[in-house]
């Protein structure tokens, strides 16, 4: 089954202690990015990567580490998490075609409290 | 890419039409009107793009007007289940930054 899959769906942390939400696809797909959601806010970009080995930010990447190494796999690293971190982040991706953008799969979501 | 204005919510009695509007009025020509929707907590849903053309699939339809700068997605008989958030997104190919913003609640009443 084509799917988006992130883990922890659940945490609840500390303050500075580092954490890292893993996120897998396993459709190939070259393009994958990471959101937060807010109460009233929508969804606001983190990070996102075009390819293995590139990645750019996003509207909000403070406080945010990534990697993209492999293809299927874009790690969210939290270095450092404060309380202002906690929120539901969401995994996608997408493949990229050469006329129009494709269409973004997302995972089922993280939720983080930072304590 | 361009930025989107829809409205906060609507509210639409099941089993009819529902039109949800978006106001892009700064799109350039090479970048796509995109439709995805929230239920809940879930992670969201693509459901429709297009460029210039009206566009229809199992889901929903698309209307976009002759100067590009709104369009429509009409949920033809609108159930329960569509009861969602749903995010109007402009986008070109290249510079992949997205933006959702606060999309419109829409809400089906029985």
């Known amino acids: 089954e084509a799917q988006v899959t992130q883990n922890p769906r659940y945490l609840i942390t500390v303050t500075g202690k580092k954490l890292t939400v893993t996120c897998s696809q396993n459709?190939?797909?070259?393009?994958m990015s990471w959101y937060r959601q807010d109460p009233g806010l929508g969804l606001r970009q983190i990070y996102y990567s075009m390819n293995v080995e590139v990645t750019d930010k996003g509207d909000v990447p403070e406080g945010y580490k990534v990697s993209r190494k492999e293809k299927r796999n874009f790690p969210l690293i939290l270095e450092s998490p404060s309380p202002n971190q906690t929120s539901l982040y969401f995994c996608?991706?997408?493949?990229?075609?050469?006329?129009?953008?494709?269409?973004?799969?997302f995972g089922e979501g993280s939720r983080l409290t930072v304590l | 890419d361009a930025k989107t204005t829809q409205p906060p919510s609507m509210d639409c009695a099941e089993g009819r039409a529902a039109n949800l509007p978006c106001n892009h009025s700064t799109i350039s020509g090479n970048e796509y009107v995109y439709w995805y929707r929230q239920i809940h907590s879930q992670g969201p849903q693509y459901i429709i793009h297009g460029l210039k053309n009206n566009e229809t699939n199992e889901m929903a339809s698309l209307i976009i007007t002759e100067d590009r700068k709104s369009s429509t997605l009409i949920l033809p008989h609108a159930t329960l289940r569509d009861t969602a958030v749903y995010y109007c997104?402009?986008?070109?190919?290249?510079?992949?930054?997205?933006?959702f913003g606060v999309g419109t609640q829409l809400t089906v009443n029985p």
């Open positions: 996608a991706s997408s493949p990229l075609r050469s006329i129009q953008p494709g269409e973004l799969f």
């Open positions: 459709m190939n797909h070259e393009y």
């Open positions: 997104i402009v986008l070109e190919t290249i510079g992949y930054m997205l933006t």
